[in-house]
């Protein structure tokens, strides 16, 4: 049984009696369209892992006081472009806004656009901390 199926694989992907992994030729752009648009309605794991990492990023802010929220996540350029094209940063208490890169000065920019060379010596953990927790410790300067 095992081999029929090796051989219907192997003619279905690439009309020989063997396959190997590179000779797989599906167009997944078009796969991944949705059936209206001539696809097979397949997920492109690719956006849809980008899309739950920017949903992650907008729970962790919306539900600051959970327990998981601390939790580190692996640092993505895209998310965090993503993210911050995607949302407006409001300073209100400053309890939930990140005090490195969220965008929350008065004209619209982040302290990583203003300032990259010195984000680049602030260690990750302190890379989440919020406005408040920056100007009320004296710790903002010891931040590498």
Not at 1 to 10: E, H, S, T, V, W
Not at 16 to 45: M, N, S, Y
Not at 73 to 102: C, H, M, P, Y
Not at 123 to 141: D, F, H, I, K, N
Request: proline share 6%; charged share 25%.
């Amino acid at each position: 049984m095992d081999q029929i199926d090796r051989r219907r694989r192997a003619f279905l992907w690439s009309r020989t009696v063997q396959v190997a992994g590179g000779k797989c030729r599906v167009a997944w752009p078009i796969a991944c369209r949705p059936k209206e648009l001539g696809g097979l309605g397949l997920i492109d794991l690719r956006r849809f892992g980008v899309a739950l990492q920017l949903h992650w990023e907008w729970q962790c802010r919306l539900q600051s006081n959970q327990p998981w929220v601390p939790l580190p996540l692996a640092e993505s350029k895209t998310i965090l472009s993503a993210f911050q094209a995607a949302t407006n940063v409001v300073l209100g208490d400053g309890r939930t806004v990140v005090f490195w890169l969220d965008r929350w000065m008065p004209d619209g920019r982040s302290v990583l656009e203003v300032a990259p060379n010195i984000l680049a010596k602030v260690g990750c953990r302190q890379r989440s901390r919020t406005v408040v927790e920056a100007v009320e410790s004296p710790s903002l300067v010891l931040d590498n």
